[in-house]
């Protein structure tokens, strides 16, 4: 698997070094995604300057506004093609890895495009499928909200999902709604069921429902939580098949290896460590727990569930977003009672639209289930314990945190020799949290925040003083929670000690400090990082 993994890392940074102004022919694989000021379309290359050593490899290409192609179409493009820009600061975001992750290469510039053809095949036909489900949402739902956010659940397309929709669901940790995986397909499982119920041969419609949910998962784009979720389901099949029982841990494992071996870059995906780590909490944990109490069963078997996934999944979150939350099982809860009705009626409005009296009373009611999740989401997501924000746990923590998990769930096996590690991990731990936390050197970090200037200075006597915090207009990133924040807990910086202001054009003040009375007599002592940053 390293040796795999390692050709195919190679072969993403080398294949199109030598490249920059050429002629491409490439084949469209996604629809169109409009933005401001151009289209962007995911595309497979054929040729380029006809020579087809790059074929089957996929690039990000933008178009001019007035440019309109579809899913099978043929182009020829002169055009330039450039890497993806990487992390810019420490530990910040790089594009360039995430693209990668997709096996896209990089980002293709159109200059001038010709079309040549159309080919259809299996994929083309089940896009087409998707766009008339779509656009019978499109001509459905009133709302464009609640348009791409059914379209997101049921179909798998969050390209049109507002920032600020997806940001309420996630400070709501109800970030996995709008990512189709094994709970959205498990809804599907049991739509099959009802639809398939004339076929009175088992083996046979587990066989149908097998191929349907394979064509689905092809249909919104073969994610990696969609081809984890069908794998697991494919072996329960084929364990009934062949009368076999079929063993939950190991179709885990051996979804998590067809993912790594079809992309081994999907390790650094965080919705792959999300997904299977939710996943591997409701196996090694909430199969333990017996629920005895029949009034509360439900409502009793949906906390314990988001209870073990949170167990499992919390150090991730905490290392990637720096994010704790007290409401996730609040949340969870009651998006449960909720999510089946709204996916089992959305999939009736992409199938008739609002066609009679059926389709307008499926609307009625969608419309007021969306209401109030929507409603609720809000909510929960403006409580301020639903986003605390820590700083960045060490790895040493991490490794603690989950060999103490294992004790607990597995105390009977190898007791003797984790509780040697522990003490080892533990002193370690002690030792290097010692020399990090005090280090007595004076430092100085330019931090980019675009246009505009950042500066940390951390002193001697580990005082931190900051100066300016980058762009923060309202029709601008807001550089000061996007990223000065996330750098400063990258940094494990609690406080800012001291802020200053070299001046007050928003390039270098923005929106990028926390609102506190002491600014207002230009002194900051003791702001608490972990407070998010509002306007001044």
Not at 207 to 236: D, Q
Request: contains cysteine; glycine residues 4%; proline residues 1%.
């Amino acid at each position: 698997m390293y040796l795999y993994s390692s050709f195919n890392l190679y072969k993403l940074e080398n294949l199109y070094n030598n490249l920059n102004s050429e002629i491409f022919i490439v084949k469209i694989i996604s629809n169109k995604e409009e933005k401001q000021y151009v289209n962007k379309y995911y595309c497979k290359v054929l040729l380029i300057n006809k020579e087809n050593k790059y074929k089957n490899s996929k690039l990000l290409l933008y178009t001019d506004k007035e440019s309109e192609y579809k899913y099978g179409d043929i182009i020829k493009i002169e055009g330039n093609f450039e890497y993806a820009t990487e992390s810019r600061n420490y530990k910040g975001y790089n594009y360039r890895r995430v693209l990668w992750q997709e096996k896209i290469y990089g980002i293709l510039e159109a200059n001038k495009i010709i079309k040549l053809s159309h080919k259809n095949n299996l994929e083309s036909l089940l896009n087409s499928i998707k766009i008339k489900l779509e656009n019978n949402i499109e001509s459905t739902i009133e709302y464009d909200e609640y348009k791409e956010f059914l379209k997101g659940i049921l179909l798998g397309d969050k390209s049109n999902i507002s920032k600020d929709v997806k940001q309420s669901f996630k400070d709501a940790s109800l970030s996995h709604i709008l990512a189709i995986s094994g709970m959205h397909l498990g809804y599907i499982i049991i739509l099959l069921k009802y639809a398939l119920c004339f076929i009175n041969n088992k083996k046979l419609k587990n066989i149908f429902s097998l191929i349907i949910l394979t064509g689905f998962v092809i249909l919104i784009g073969k994610t990696p939580s969609s081809i984890r979720a069908l794998i697991m389901y494919s072996m329960v099949v084929i364990s009934r098949l062949v009368y076999r029982k079929s063993n939950s841990i190991i179709n885990f494992f051996l979804a998590l290896d067809i993912v790594l071996i079809l992309n081994p870059l999907n390790i650094e995906n965080i919705g792959i460590w999300l997904s299977f780590g939710g996943t591997f909490g409701i196996l090694v944990i909430y199969s333990k727990l017996n629920i005895k109490n029949k009034f509360l069963n439900y409502i009793l078997q949906n906390f314990l569930i988001s209870i073990s996934v949170q167990i499992i999944i919390y150090p991730i979150i905490l290392y990637n977003f720096n994010t704790i939350s007290f409401t996730f099982f609040i949340s969870n809860i009651f998006i449960s009672f909720f999510i089946a009705p709204i996916m089992f009626l959305g999939f009736l409005i992409c199938i008739i639209g609002k066609k009679l009296f059926i389709g307008e009373l499926v609307y009625f009611i969608e419309k007021i289930l969306l209401n109030l999740v929507f409603y609720f989401t809000n909510f929960i997501s403006n409580l301020e314990i639903s986003k605390i924000y820590a700083p960045t746990p060490l790895i040493f923590n991490i490794i603690f945190y989950y060999i103490i998990l294992f004790i607990i769930i597995y105390k009977e096996k190898f007791f003797q020799f984790i509780k040697k590690l522990i003490v080892i991990i533990i002193l370690t731990n002690i030792i290097y949290s010692s020399f990090t936390n005090f280090s007595n050197d004076f430092s100085i970090f330019f931090i980019d925040v675009g246009q505009g200037d950042c500066t940390l200075i951390k002193t001697k006597n580990n005082k931190t003083i900051l100066i300016d915090g980058g762009e923060g207009n309202s029709d601008k990133v807001d550089q000061g929670e996007y990223t000065l924040l996330p750098y400063l807990l990258d940094r494990r910086i609690k406080k800012i000690d001291y802020l200053m202001v070299s001046h007050f054009d928003s390039d270098h003040v923005g929106r990028s400090f926390v609102y506190n009375e002491k600014f207002r007599s230009k002194k900051c002592n003791n702001i608490n990082t972990t407070r998010k940053f509002k306007k001044f």
